[in-house]
Structures are given as C-alpha cells and as structure tokens.
C-alpha cells in the first residue's frame, strides 16, 4: 500500500516525517519540534500548512485513511464468491497488519486519542464508518447467500469485520507480533457463513 502525499515537496516530507515519528514513539512522545528535524523544515512551515500537531496528526490519519481505502477497493475489485470473499478479507489483514505495522501502531495511536478528544473521536468514528460500509457494499454483491449476512445484516457483519482486524492488530502490536495473535483472523471463515 503506497501512501499518497500532495505533490509539493515540503507537505509530503512533513507527513512522513510524522507517520516515522510517530509510529516509532507514539504521539504523545512527538513534538512538532521533532517532526520539523525529521523533516528538515521550520515549524513554521508544519503551522503554514497543518495550523499545529493535532491537524498535522488528521492529515496525516486521513491520508494514510484514502491509501488503505483504494487499496483495499482496488484488491476487493478481484474477488467473486464468497468463499473466496471471506479468505481475502483474513490473507488481507493479515498481510497489511505485517506489512505495514507502522500504519496499525498510528491506528493504535488515534484510537488512543479519540477517547479523550471530540475531534479525534469524530474522525475515528468517520473511519470506521466508511471501511463497515466499503466491505458491507462488497458483502451484498459478493456474498448475499451467507446465512449471517441474512440473519445480522451486512453492514452490521461488516462493523465486526473492521472491529475485529482492528482489535487483533492492536493485540498483534502488544504482544510483540506474535504470529499466533494473527491466526485469530481466520476464525472470520467461520464465524461468516
């Protein structure tokens, strides 16, 4: 998954000085004067463009936020069945969960925040939203026939979907990346059938 930045060079350079920063040392432990190092910039130019550390921490949580969404839908576009549905969402999550660790320990991050700040809760909610209704939208073309979906819905099978990866990556992250922690995803296969 490739995170796409504005084209301008000082933007994206702060971003991603931000996600490394932060996904290293939490947000808590990050100050704008850290960012501004790591990036080689005043932090007058992270205020030009971001106002402080909090929007900066949007911009970069809704970036990262677009990068999974279209990858996600872009892989999703390939999948039929439902069979082959459900074994994409677990080989999926497992795989980004792995390979992009530092994308969860930012999830992790602003999942954190979102407890104490209306702000961050609101756009939390907007993520969580908008992945339940992206998988639910492919539930009901995919795989409308599964008892589950029947009995509890798709948008509600989706919220558990994300609500689930969501809580084994956190485990994941933890507990030291145990690769057992992941195995918990493919209980998904039957749990929805």
Request: net charge neutral.
């Amino acid at each position: 998954m490739k995170i796409r930045i504005d084209e301008n060079e000082t933007p994206k350079k702060i971003l991603e000085a931000a996600l490394k920063l932060i996904s290293e040392n939490g947000y808590a432990k990050v100050s704008m004067r850290d960012i501004a190092r790591e990036a080689c910039v005043a932090i007058s130019q992270i205020a030009y463009y971001y106002r402080n550390k909090e929007g900066l921490f949007l911009a970069l949580v809704r970036n990262v936020k677009k990068a999974f969404v279209d990858d996600f839908t872009e892989k999703m576009g390939k999948i039929n069945g439902s069979d082959e549905f459900i074994t994409f969402l677990c080989e999926y999550a497992k795989e980004i969960i792995v390979g992009n660790p530092d994308i969860h320990r930012l999830r992790f991050e602003f999942s954190t925040l979102a407890m104490a700040s209306e702000l961050f809760r609101a756009e939390f909610g907007t993520l969580v939203k908008e992945l339940s209704e992206i998988i639910a939208k492919d539930i009901e073309e995919r795989a409308p026939s599964l008892e589950t979906v029947k009995t509890c819905g798709a948008l509600r099978i989706a919220e558990f979907i994300v609500i689930f990866i969501l809580g084994v990556s956190s485990q994941y992250l933890t507990e030291g990346r145990d690769p057992r922690r992941l195995e918990t995803i493919d209980m998904l296969k039957t749990l929805i059938k």
